[in-house]
């Protein structure tokens, strides 16, 4: 019996231990997960980051740099614009997953893939070009959106402009639903309780006419009103885009809504009515189905222009290490005329690293200006804010200008006055109001004791280097080594951004065949890992959380603070104690009683005048007032002496005979035999310096003296609830504190019970 009591005792402790252990389990198991895995119900204790292979979903999109508008959402509407921009064919596939930095990256292009080269616009989709601009004009007379198309030289540009605007076109969200209100609009047309047809039935004077002419428009009323019920299935879908085969079942309801055979009447004003039903009811239908049909016409004469056949279909690149995309950067750097000039800038950056290098550039450029405008007569603070101003301006008149394609530098000359440059520019796009609008804001900004063509070439030149070197480092820095992929693809590239978590593959395909040709096929991704990278993805959380934000310094200040209040605690209660327990003299036993009654005064009562004693010191975002306020405690001086009270009275008259003085026997006798008392103080006054969050939180206001706790705290509203990274974070803010623990456990429970504390 005694046994089985026994049993349940430690059945119950066990159990304590686990619900105990559970959340601090559950902390750290979560800063191991990939966010997606986050919130998954039901939880899971395990994660894809401890997998040698991880599955990626990727989804074709617009590149994250450019103004994309909708997402499409099957990989049949991918479209790379961004190629629009660049003197390289770039297909760009957005990764729809968890964000992924190393390893070995294979993709499969799955089916028959078909790619084209052909750019010539024949007359057959001439004619299709030329009907989707006049279908676009009466469409855009009966509210909806529409396709907006110039004349194409080249078919490339043809198909990258219809398919980018289609995304807009066919949103199921903004589609749909104006295809039901229009059909719902003319079933009232005709519906006999409105203003409709029916009702001028009573002027048709042939009895059998007006039979047959009600008869029909109650069945196309009821065409109508069948097909908006049918059509509403379609405005929920799994992406954002109609699909292809959706906009032909649309049409193919649209079609059975028309199919309807007018009757022969005699009664002129019946032929009347039959003829406003044709015009005013189905022709507007019959054009929609018309757009509808032509998207099918697009699409045919897009896989006609697919001519050849993708023979590899796998597509495999490993990550590279920092030196070797180093060594890609400065080959491609040299190798571009306009960065020539700023070799040694650029050399200059490189020794101090590459973190942050075009930015750090920008300053650079920024601060040469600048300190030429200070030069000028400017304030420091005014130069720079010209210096934003003119940057500004420039890259404004700039991206105006990408459209008429002229080198701007090359138009200008040296001798130039800003009213001659003004002329120049504006002769390129005279109908353009922005670009007037900003070039007489860049002459504003010009200084006037300049030569000003010789300053805004300046500017373009520099502009110009910056966004080079952007895209040269962009692209350099995210280049994978290509081990096995089709003989169009030249180079693979993965850029990413943490703070926005997006992440897309670029294939970079040779200059003769065109991105938009890849964007209907399916692909399928996976990245395969390594043991080093295994062990790198199991701990990304917490490299991740310590860079986005400065926990190194959070760990300095909490270190500096918790060390310094209890080293000064600990002389201050040891000295306390001595006094309360070894000395004798009036009131002592008054006094320590008024001592710990203040610990019945709850902390928080104290928090406003302390806060104000801080305030008259001048101490708010100082060490001082982390460390000052609480270098004494109450329990600390209650525990040491209660231990000193355990000392033998003879042993301290003793060291009194022998000449010892009452500091020497604190320091060289009480201390050392009160040791495992002392470390239990001084341990749990490190444990609270170390947790102490609201008194920090409010004297400080610098982030650099800011603690563990109040770092957390503000990286949560700084990063959101981004919980992976915000476990991993409070994971290694508390295990310094564990591991102190378990090292001093043995002196913490040998000293409460020295103490008699029960």
Known sequence: MRSFGKLVVYLLLTIGAVVMLMPFAWMIVT????????????????????????????????????????????????????????????????????????????????????????????????????????????????????????????????????????????????????????????????????????????????????????????????????????????????????????????????EEALRVSPPEVEDPFGRRLLKTLELKILKPVETLKERLDIHDQVIKAYERAQNREIQEKEIVAKFIPLQD????????????????????????????????????????????????????????????????????????????????????????????????????????????????????????????????????KRLIRESKALSVLRKVYSDSMSELKVIKAPMIVKNVRVKYDKEKYWEIIELVLKRDVPGVYLRDEKYRAAVFFNFKEVWANVFQNYADAWNAAPFGRYYVNTIFVATSTTILEVIMASMAAFAFSILRFRGRDLIFGIFVATMMVPGEVLLVPNYITISKFGWI?????????????????????????????????????????????????????????????????????????LWVLIVTNDPKYRTLPVGLYTFRGEAGDVYNQLMAAATFSVLPVIVLFLFAQKYFIRGIARTGLK
């Open 621 to 693: 975002d100082t060490y001082y007032a982390l460390i000052i306020p609480w270098i004494v405690s109450v329990f600390a001086i209650f525990l040491i002496r209660q231990h000193f009270l355990t000392l033998p009275r003879e042993l301290y008259d003793a060291a009194k005979i022998d000449g010892c003085s009452n500091w020497k026997y604190l320091w060289g006798i009480a201390v050392p035999l009160s040791k495992p008392v002392i470390i239990t103080g001084a341990l749990l006054k490190f444990v609270g310096s170390w947790n102490a969050f």
């Open 325 to 456: 995309r180093v060594k890609i950067f400065n080959k491609r750097v040299k190798e571009i005329p306009l960065l020539s000039q700023y070799l040694e800038k650029i050399g200059e950056l490189e020794s101090k690293g590459y973190k942050n290098f075009t930015e750090r550039f920008s300053r650079k450029l920024d601060d040469e200006l600048a300190s030429y405008l200070r030069s000028l007569g400017f304030e420091p603070d005014l130069a720079y804010k010209r210096v934003s101003d003119l940057r500004n301006a420039i890259s404004s008149v700039m991206n105006v200008l990408t459209e008429s394609g002229t080198d701007v530098e090359e138009i200008i000359s040296d001798s130039d006055t800003m009213a001659d440059i003004k002329k120049k520019l504006t002769a390129l796009l005279p109908e353009s109001l922005l670009l007037r609008t900003q070039l007489s804001r860049l002459e504003v900004l010009v200084p006037k004791n300049v030569k000003a063509g010789t300053f805004v």
């Open 31 to 254: 800063s191991f997960k990939l966010p997606s895995e986050v919130d998954v119900w039901p939880p899971q204790w395990g994660s894809r980051n401890f997998f040698s292979k991880r599955t990626v979903k990727v989804k074709g999109g617009f590149d994250a740099e450019a103004e994309a508008g909708t997402i499409e959402g099957s990989l049949r509407e991918a479209l790379a614009s961004v190629a629009l921009k660049q003197n390289e064919n770039v297909f760009t596939l957005e990764v729809d997953d968890d964000l992924f930095y190393r390893g070995e990256l294979h993709i499969l292009l799955e089916g028959k893939p078909r790619y084209g080269t052909s750019n010539k616009v024949d007359n057959k989709t001439k004619a299709l070009i030329d009907k989707i601009k006049e279908l676009s004009g009466t469409m855009r007379m009966m509210g909806f959106r529409t396709v907006n198309l110039s004349s194409y030289k080249r078919l490339e540009d043809f198909f990258k402009d219809y398919f980018t605007q289609s995304v807009a076109e066919f949103d199921r969200l903004s589609l749909v639903p104006k295809l039901v209100a229009t059909l719902n609009k003319y079933s009232t047309l005709i519906e006999k309780n409105g203003r409709g047809l029916i009702l001028g039935l009573k002027r048709v004077k042939n009895q059998g006419d007006r039979e047959r002419l009600k008869e029909f428009f109650e069945d196309v009323r009821g065409n109508f009103t069948l097909a908006a019920e049918k059509l509403k299935m379609y405005s929920k879908g799994s992406t954002q885009s109609l699909s292809y085969d959706e906009i032909k079942s649309i049409s193919k309801i649209l």
